[in-house]
Nanobody
Framework: VQLQASGGGLVQAGDSLRLSCTAS????????LGWFRQAPGKEREFVAA????????HYATSMRERLTISRDDAKTTVYLQLDGLKPEDTAVYFC?????????????????????WGQGTLVTVSS
């Protein structure tokens, strides 16, 4: 599967953004999906994950209240809604896909579990 992320940009603290990641090439509903981010000089970190069914989600504890992950299988797209953005949210955000035969309500939180990655979209939050 190929992934294309979009929706990043330069925003002010407190603003919201919705990132999108559109997939092509394989059956989208076979994949659990996730978002990760990498800030300058830091390691990549988990942000959010959603199961194949879309019924189970998981968020980074530090950001839980400000995130919403969702998927639209008809549009083969996964979304990440970011609210109340802070300067420390500045990072490149990556979407990832994991083809899974597990329970449809299973999600993945670790980057090495994922099979495919998008190119990333830059989010810059000014204070």
């Amino acid at each position: 599967v190929q992934l294309q992320a979009s929706g990043g940009g330069l925003v002010q603290a407190g603003d919201s953004l919705r990132l999108s990641c559109t997939a092509s090439g394989r059956t989208f509903s076979d994949y659990a999906l996730g978002w990760f981010r990498q800030a300058p000089g830091k390691e990549r970190e988990f942000v959010a994950a959603i199961s194949r069914s879309g019924l189970a989600t998981h968020y980074a504890t530090s950001m839980r209240e400000r995130l919403t992950i969702s998927r639209d299988d008809a549009k083969t797209t996964v979304y990440l809604q970011l609210d109340g953005l802070k300067p420390e949210d500045t990072a490149v955000y990556f979407c990832a896909a994991k083809r899974s035969s597990y329970n449809a309500n299973y999600y993945f939180r670790v980057d090495y579990q994922y099979d495919a990655w998008g190119q990333g979209t830059l989010v810059t939050v000014s204070s």
